[in-house]
């Protein structure tokens, strides 16, 4: 798996930092409310883990599971939901917890969607943006490490269902792509 790596883009110790920088800001904002993380699978749960272990007040939390990529590297713009979440989230403060933010259109879809539940908020937090490739227009209110306009995986993120286990996020080998 190492030789498929060309380049470290942010190591364990920069999403180790920003976690922590984020969940001290999320603890801050969320005192004495009801609080739920809902992860987007499959590639948020790496976030969402290291997250809420880092957050200081009670917290509860579900996935969802929404497709828009296949295993191809470009959006479709098409956002599926392949499974919901299990808990009400009637007046509860939810803050949607995603890898990455690339054209903004799956979390537009899942905010908007959320909020037809009669939330209290509805807020998005992110491990990592990709600001340069926003299709519409969206409110990151905790905004992880901005990555420039390249294919990234590791840290839950995939190329084809492969390399989420890798600690850092990475850009491929070209050569990886070319063998499709
Ligand atoms: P959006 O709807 O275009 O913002 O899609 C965001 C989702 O697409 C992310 O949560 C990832 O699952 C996937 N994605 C976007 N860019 C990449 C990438 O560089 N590598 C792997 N997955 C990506
Ligand atoms: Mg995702």
């Known amino acids: 798996m190492r030789n498929d790596i060309e380049s470290i883009l942010v190591s364990k110790e920069a999403l180790n930092e920003k976690t922590k920088e984020l969940a001290r800001r999320i603890s801050q904002d969320y005192e004495g409310k009801e609080l739920v993380l809902i992860g987007v699978l499959k590639g948020g749960f ?3 883990a290291d997250l809420m272990r880092e957050i200081t007040i009670p917290v509860d939390m579900d996935f969802m599971s929404v497709s ?3 295993d191809s590297t470009k959006s479709s713009g098409v956002v599926r939901i392949i499974k919901d979440i299990d808990i009400n989230i009637t007046n509860k403060h939810v803050l949607i917890v995603e ?7 799956t979390l537009k879809h899942l905010k908007e969607l959320l909020n037809t539940r ?5 807020k998005i937090c992110t491990a990592l943006d990709k600001p340069s490739r ?3 227009e969206i409110e990151v209110e905790y905004e992880g490490i901005e990555i420039p306009d390249e294919f990234v995986v590791g840290y ?3 190329y084809g269902g492969k390399y989420r286990n890798l600690p850092e996020v990475c850009t491929l080998s070209p050569r990886i792509y070319e063998n499709r």
């Open 156 to 158: 839950g993120l995939d």
């Open 118 to 122: 009669g939330p209290a908020s509805v």
């Open 134 to 136: 926003r299709k519409v």
């Open 68 to 70: 828009s990529y296949g």
């Open 46 to 48: 790496v976030f969402l």
């Open 99 to 105: 890898d990455l933010v690339d054209t903004g259109l």
